[in-house]
């Protein structure tokens, strides 16, 4: 029997909360805030355009009014790196790793599927690395 590599698929948030560009970044940290959320897809009809993050709007200065009122569009960084949900887990995080980011949209076909996180990386290393014993039910 062979066992089947982890992938991407295996530990992805399907169908994540998202967010369009025309929204404000007030919207936007709100929504992160009221849900745990520290990253938003921004899709435009149907499309992933880009990502905004907590650490987007922090470092813009999350209690600066003129902030809040700009466009998602104006604030998030455009066509984000992503992954297909069939590659293994190692390559989301050596990708992540290499340049630096906090998470991959996940795409199949032109569809946003997923988004991993790296508390997801992490997660999925703490199951691999636990006895099966003592692991958390999944």
């Known amino acids: 029997m062979q066992i089947r590599a982890t992938q991407v698929r295996d530990i992805m948030?399907?169908?994540p909360r998202v967010i369009e560009p025309g929204a404000t970044?007030?919207?936007a940290?709100?929504?992160?805030?009221e849900n745990g959320f520290r990253h938003l897809p921004v899709?435009?009809?149907?499309?992933?355009?880009?990502?905004i993050s907590i650490t987007d709007i922090g470092r813009l200065g999350a209690t600066v009014p003129a902030i809040l009122e700009?466009?998602?569009?104006?604030?998030?960084t455009p066509n984000p790196m992503t992954m297909s949900p069939d590659e293994p887990i190692e390559s989301a995080a050596?990708?992540?790793?290499?340049?630096k980011i906090?998470?991959?949209?996940?795409?199949?076909?032109?569809?946003?599927?997923?988004i991993v996180t790296t508390?997801?990386?992490?997660?999925a290393l703490v199951r691999r690395l636990m006895p099966r014993s003592t692991r958390p039910p999944e």
């Open 13 to 15: 948030t399907p169908d």
């Open 25 to 27: 970044v007030r919207e």
């Open 29 to 33: 940290w709100a929504t992160m805030k």
């Open 43 to 51: 899709v435009d009809a149907g499309r992933l355009v880009g990502v």
């Open 70 to 76: 700009r466009t998602v569009a104006q604030s998030m």
């Open 94 to 99: 050596a990708q992540m790793g290499l340049h």
């Open 102 to 114: 906090n998470c991959l949209p996940i795409i199949e076909g032109d569809k946003l599927v997923g």
């Open 119 to 123: 508390y997801d990386l992490l997660d």
